[in-house]
């Protein structure tokens, strides 16, 4: 049943393209589809402010990243003199020394979890900016061609890829907004 109806689209847009592209008409004026695509995780990823965000996001990471070795290879060595402690110490001291030890090494997981977890948060937050900042230009596009509606690519199933405005979004916002970094809030 889906196959069929997938063939059914594709014959569709393959021979009615009046209704997914531009043509042109006896006046000479183009008249286009009301229908627009986007890819928006490209733009996200290929914009210069999209790439930007994630070079931030990617250092930031590879700082956690870090910080977090040092801090295992620190909590490592604390283990292994605990262990070498273990044979002079009574057993409860012993009991005592490793409890605190794992309080504190459970608190410093969770705390660099947190950390990641912000990380990702924010750099969400940042694409969600870019995706409100790229607004205006998006309609811009959406206007020029006459269009009543943008579609992310990532919700059709099947679409002419002459309806994409991706690559022109794209050329458009890194124009008007660079990486960001001019008109920084």
Do not use: W
Request: glycine content about 2%; overall charge negative.
């Amino acid at each position: 049943m889906k196959m069929r109806l997938l063939c059914i689209l594709f014959c569709f847009s393959v021979y009615c393209p009046a209704i997914t592209i531009a043509q042109e008409t006896d006046i000479g004026e183009a008249s286009f589809s009301s229908v627009l695509t986007i890819d928006i995780s490209r733009i996200a990823r290929e914009t210069q402010y999209g790439q930007r965000i994630f070079k931030e996001f990617e250092n930031a990471q590879s700082e956690l990243i870090e910080s977090n070795t040092i801090i295992q290879n620190n909590l490592e060595s604390e283990e292994q003199s605990l262990v070498e402690l273990r044979k002079t110490l009574a057993a409860d001291e012993f009991r005592q020394l490793a409890v605190e030890f794992d309080e504190r090494a459970n608190a410093i997981r969770k705390e660099h979890a947190a950390l990641e977890n912000t990380l990702f948060e924010i750099r969400d937050e940042n694409i969600n900016k870019l995706l409100q900042l790229s607004v205006p230009f998006l309609q811009e596009i959406m206007l020029s061609y006459k269009a009543s509606v943008i579609i992310d690519r990532r919700n059709i199933v099947l679409s002419n890829p002459m309806i994409d405005i991706t690559e022109r979004a794209i050329v458009l916002i890194n124009d008007k907004l660079g990486d960001g970094t001019k008109n920084a809030d």
